[in-house]
C-alpha cells in the first residue's frame, strides 16, 4: 500500500526563492565563520597585544613615578606643572571611567569598551596598588596616572598607543562585511547561472502543456541540470511518439470502418429496389450517418488544427458569419460585438470551437441564445450564453475531458462526449482557456479566451507528427 503524497507549506520565515535562500545560507556562512575568526582573534591575537602594551606602559610609569619622587621638590612640582598635572581628581563615571561614553554613537564603542577594560586591567595589575588609573573619553581619550611628585599625589594625562585603539578592529569589521557581500555577490551569480536553465524547463514544460511541441533542452550544462533536461527530452519525445501513434490509429480506423460503410450502403441500394421498404432504407441510412458523424468527430479531436498556419483575422467577423449561418438554420443568437483588433488565430479551428459551442447550446440550451465579444488582459473573450437548465459546478472542469458528457446530455443522441475536448485542445493549442460559468438570471456561459499576442510557431516535430491524420 503506497502512502500518500503530503506536500508542507514552507516556512513563513523561510525565503521562498531558490536565489534568495542561497545567498542567505552564504551569508550565515560567511558570518557564522568571521564570528568564530573575530573571536579568535579577540583571544589570540588582540588580548595578547594589548597585554604586551600594557606591560610596557607599565615599566614606563613605573619610571616617570620614580623619577619625579626622586627630584628635589622644587624640581618636581617644576616637573609636574610642564606634564600639567592636576591635584585633584578627575570626575569618575560608574565603570571607572571619566567623561561620557555615548553607547550606540559609534557601532565601535562595544569593541573600543572590551580593549579598554582590557588594557586597564592588565595595567592596574602591572602599577603598585598606589598608583590608580583613570580613563577620560571626553574630546580624545586620555589616561590618568596617579604619580608622586615632592612628596604628593598628583594626577597626570600620558598619552595612548596604538595597541589600545581599536584600528585593528575596525579592519576586521569591515572586512567581514566585505567578505558577507562578496558571498552575496557569488550566490547570485552561481543561481543566476542555474536558473537559467530552469527557466528555460519551466518555459518548455508550459508549451507541452498547451499542447505545443518545444526544442530539445541543451545538455551540455551541470550534470544535475543536464540529467533534469534529458529526462525532459525523452519524456518530449515519448509524449510525440504517444500523439503520433494516437492520430495514426484514429485515421486507420476511420479508413478502416468507412470502407465496410461505403459498401454497405451501395449494397442497400443494390439489393432494395427504391419504393420498398423505405421505413427501413431509412433507418438503416440514419444509423450510417450517426456512425460517419462519430467517426468525423475522432478525426477532429485527432487533428484539432495543428497543421493549420495561423493568420491575422478578424473574431468578431468570424463570430458574425456563424451567427448569420446559424440563424438560416433557424437558431436566432443574439450578437452583442465587443472591439475586438485583429490578431493571429487559425480560422478553420476557432470556425469549429465556436461552432461546437453553438451547437452545444442550441441542443442543450434552445432558448436565450447569445455570442458576446470582448478585450481583457491582453485576451480576445468570446462567449457562448443560453438560458438553459444550466449544469452542476462539479460538472464542468469534467466536461472537457474526452468522452464526458453531462447528465442533460443523456437524453440526446449522435454524440460521444468529443466536442468540448475538441474545443479545449483548439484554445490551448492558441494558448488560450475555456471556462464555464453560470449566466445571471439563469443558463451557462462557455468562456472562450484567445490571447492577442502572436502564436508561437509549431516545431518541425508537430506537423510530422499530425501528418498520419
Same mark, same amino acid.
Given at each position: 500500500?503506497?502512502?500518500?503524497?503530503?506536500?508542507?507549506? &514552507?516556512?513563513?520565515?523561510?525565503?521562498?526563492?531558490?536565489?534568495?535562500?542561497?545567498?542567505?545560507?552564504?551569508?550565515?556562512?560567511?558570518? +557564522?565563520?568571521?564570528?568564530?575568526?573575530?573571536?579568535? *582573534?579577540? =583571544?589570540?591575537?588582540?588580548?595578547?597585544?594589548?597585554?604586551?602594551?600594557?606591560?610596557?606602559?607599565?615599566? %614606563?610609569?613605573?619610571?616617570?613615578?620614580?623619577?619625579?619622587?626622586?627630584?628635589?621638590?622644587?624640581?618636581?612640582?617644576?616637573?609636574?606643572?610642564?606634564?600639567?598635572?592636576?591635584?585633584?581628581?578627575?570626575?569618575?563615571?560608574?565603570?571607572?571611567? /571619566?567623561?561620557?561614553?555615548?553607547?550606540?554613537?559609534?557601532?565601535? =564603542?562595544?569593541?573600543?569598551?572590551?580593549?579598554?577594560?582590557?588594557?586597564?586591567?592588565?595595567?592596574?595589575? =602591572?602599577l603598585p596598588a598606589d598608583v590608580p588609573v583613570r580613563w577620560e573619553s571626553s574630546d580624545e581619550a586620555r589616561l590618568w596616572i596617579r604619580?608622586?611628585?615632592?612628596?604628593?599625589?598628583?594626577?597626570?594625562?600620558?598619552?595612548?598607543?596604538?595597541?589600545?585603539?581599536?584600528?585593528?578592529?575596525?579592519?576586521?569589521? $569591515?572586512?567581514?562585511?566585505?567578505?558577507?557581500?562578496?558571498?552575496?555577490?557569488?550566490?547570485?551569480?552561481?543561481?543566476?547561472?542555474? /536558473?537559467?536553465?530552469?527557466?528555460?524547463?519551466?518555459?518548455?514544460?508550459?508549451?507541452?502543456?498547451?499542447?505545443?511541441?518545444?526544442? &530539445?533542452?541543451?545538455?551540455? !550544462?551541470?550534470?544535475?541540470?543536464?540529467? $533534469?533536461?534529458?529526462?525532459?527530452?525523452?519524456?518530449?519525445?515519448?509524449?510525440?511518439?504517444?500523439?503520433?501513434?494516437?492520430? +495514426?490509429?484514429?485515421?486507420?480506423?476511420?479508413?478502416?470502418?468507412?470502407?465496410?460503410?461505403?459498401?454497405?450502403? *451501395?449494397?442497400?441500394?443494390?439489393?432494395?429496389?427504391?419504393?420498398?421498404?423505405?421505413?427501413?432504407?431509412?433507418?438503416?441510412?440514419?444509423?450510417?450517418? =450517426?456512425?460517419?458523424?462519430? +467517426?468525423?468527430?475522432?478525426?477532429?479531436?485527432?487533428?484539432?488544427?495543428?497543421?493549420?498556419?495561423? @493568420? &491575422? !483575422?478578424? @473574431?468578431?467577423?468570424?463570430?458574425?458569419?456563424?451567427?448569420?449561418?446559424?440563424?438560416?438554420?433557424?437558431?436566432?443568437?443574439?450578437?452583442?460585438?465587443?472591439?475586438?483588433?485583429?490578431?493571429? #488565430?487559425? &480560422?478553420?479551428?476557432?470556425?469549429?470551437?465556436?461552432?461546437? +459551442?453553438?451547437? /452545444?447550446?442550441?441542443? %442543450?440550451?434552445?432558448?436565450?441564445?447569445?455570442?458576446?465579444?470582448?478585450?481583457?488582459?491582453?485576451?480576445?473573450?468570446?462567449?457562448?450564453?443560453?438560458?438553459? /437548465?444550466?449544469?452542476?459546478?462539479?460538472?464542468?472542469?469534467?466536461?472537457?475531458?474526452?468522452?464526458?458528457?453531462?447528465?442533460?446530455?443523456?437524453?440526446?443522441?449522435?454524440?460521444?462526449?468529443?466536442? @468540448?475536448?475538441?474545443?479545449?485542445?483548439?484554445?490551448?493549442?492558441?494558448?488560450?482557456?475555456?471556462? #464555464?460559468?453560470?449566466?445571471?438570471?439563469?443558463?451557462?456561459?462557455?468562456?472562450?479566451? @484567445?490571447?492577442?499576442?502572436? *502564436?508561437?510557431?509549431?516545431?518541425?516535430?508537430?506537423?510530422?507528427?499530425?501528418?498520419?491524420?
Amino acid at each position: 500500500m503506497t502512502r500518500p503524497f503530503i506536500m508542507r507549506a &514552507p516556512s513563513r520565515w523561510l525565503p521562498r526563492s531558490l536565489l534568495s535562500r542561497n545567498i542567505a545560507l552564504l551569508v550565515a556562512l560567511v558570518a +557564522l565563520t568571521q564570528a568564530c575568526s573575530f573571536g579568535a *582573534l579577540l =583571544h589570540f591575537v588582540q588580548r595578547p597585544r594589548i597585554e604586551r602594551a600594557s606591560i610596557i606602559f607599565a615599566d %614606563y610609569v613605573e619610571m616617570l613615578d620614580s623619577t619625579l619622587a626622586a627630584m628635589p621638590p622644587a624640581e618636581g612640582r617644576a616637573a609636574a606643572a610642564r606634564l600639567n598635572a592636576h591635584r585633584a581628581a578627575p570626575a569618575a563615571s560608574a565603570d571607572g571611567t /571619566n567623561g561620557s561614553d555615548a553607547p550606540g554613537a559609534n557601532p565601535l =564603542h562595544v569593541f573600543q569598551t572590551w580593549q579598554r577594560d582590557v588594557f586597564i586591567e592588565a595595567l592596574q595589575r =602591572h602599577l603598585p596598588a598606589d598608583v590608580p588609573v583613570r580613563w577620560e573619553s571626553s574630546d580624545e581619550a586620555r589616561l590618568w596616572i596617579r604619580v608622586h611628585a615632592a612628596g604628593e599625589p598628583v594626577w597626570v594625562a600620558l598619552p595612548m598607543t596604538a595597541d589600545a585603539q581599536a584600528s585593528g578592529i575596525t579592519t576586521a569589521i $569591515v572586512l567581514s562585511i566585505g567578505l558577507a557581500l562578496l558571498a552575496a555577490f557569488t550566490g547570485w551569480l552561481i543561481q543566476r547561472h542555474l /536558473n537559467r536553465p530552469l527557466a528555460e524547463l519551466a518555459h518548455a514544460a508550459r508549451r507541452v502543456s498547451a499542447g505545443i511541441a518545444p526544442a &530539445p533542452l541543451p545538455t551540455d !550544462g551541470p550534470t544535475e541540470i543536464a540529467e $533534469v533536461s534529458q529526462a525532459f527530452n525523452q519524456m518530449t519525445a515519448a509524449l510525440q511518439q504517444a500523439e503520433a501513434t494516437r492520430a +495514426l490509429m484514429l485515421a486507420g480506423v476511420s479508413h478502416d470502418i468507412r470502407t465496410p460503410l461505403t459498401k454497405l450502403r *451501395l449494397a442497400m441500394a443494390m439489393a432494395l429496389p427504391r419504393g420498398t421498404h423505405d421505413k427501413l432504407v431509412d433507418s438503416a441510412e440514419g444509423y450510417l450517418d =450517426h456512425i460517419d458523424t462519430i +467517426l468525423q468527430q475522432f478525426m477532429d479531436y485527432a487533428g484539432s488544427g495543428e497543421r493549420e498556419a495561423p @493568420l &491575422p !483575422g478578424d @473574431l468578431n467577423a468570424l463570430a458574425g458569419q456563424l451567427v448569420a449561418d446559424f440563424a438560416g438554420l433557424g437558431h436566432e443568437f443574439d450578437f452583442e460585438e465587443g472591439a475586438l483588433p485583429r490578431f493571429a #488565430f487559425r &480560422p478553420v479551428a476557432v470556425m469549429r470551437l465556436l461552432m461546437n +459551442l453553438m451547437q /452545444n447550446a442550441v441542443v %442543450y440550451g434552445r432558448t436565450g441564445l447569445c455570442v458576446r465579444t470582448w478585450q481583457a488582459g491582453g485576451h480576445a473573450c468570446v462567449a457562448i450564453c443560453d438560458r438553459g /437548465n444550466g449544469i452542476r459546478a462539479e460538472e464542468l472542469e469534467r466536461l472537457k475531458s474526452p468522452f464526458s458528457r453531462g447528465d442533460n446530455a443523456r437524453t440526446h443522441s449522435g454524440g460521444t462526449g468529443l466536442g @468540448l475536448a475538441i474545443v479545449e485542445r483548439i484554445a490551448r493549442l492558441h494558448g488560450g482557456s475555456l471556462d #464555464f460559468a453560470g449566466r445571471a438570471g439563469g443558463g451557462l456561459e462557455a468562456v472562450v479566451r @484567445l490571447p492577442l499576442h502572436q *502564436l508561437p510557431t509549431q516545431s518541425p516535430g508537430a506537423d510530422q507528427r499530425h501528418t498520419a491524420t
